[in-house]
């Protein structure tokens, strides 16, 4: 998911769905799928919720390129 062209700004819409992907304090994941004929339905639910746009939130949930750090491996 990179692109020289992308400017990830908090108060775009175009890229809250990205932010939320990436966003640091959001844990865990849902995801439901459903079918009407040939349409597909697909639906992901982030807990707890981010792309909050309080002030320091954005900075202290979406990391700066290059300090990605894979969280430890936990058994479910």
Known sequence: MTSKS???NPRRV???HFTQV?????TQ???G???DGN????VGQYRPAGNIT???YYQKNVL???TEKCPPKRNR
């Not at 349409?39 to 697909?42: D, E, I, K, P």
């Open 29 to 31: 994941l849902g995801v």
């Open 22 to 26: 990436v966003w640091k304090s959001s």
């Open 39 to 42: 349409t597909v339905f697909v």
């Open 54 to 56: 309080n002030a320091g």
């Open 6 to 8: 992308l400017d990830i």
């Open 14 to 16: 175009k890229h809250s």
């Open 33 to 35: 799928i459903a079918t």
């Open 64 to 66: 700066p390129k290059g």
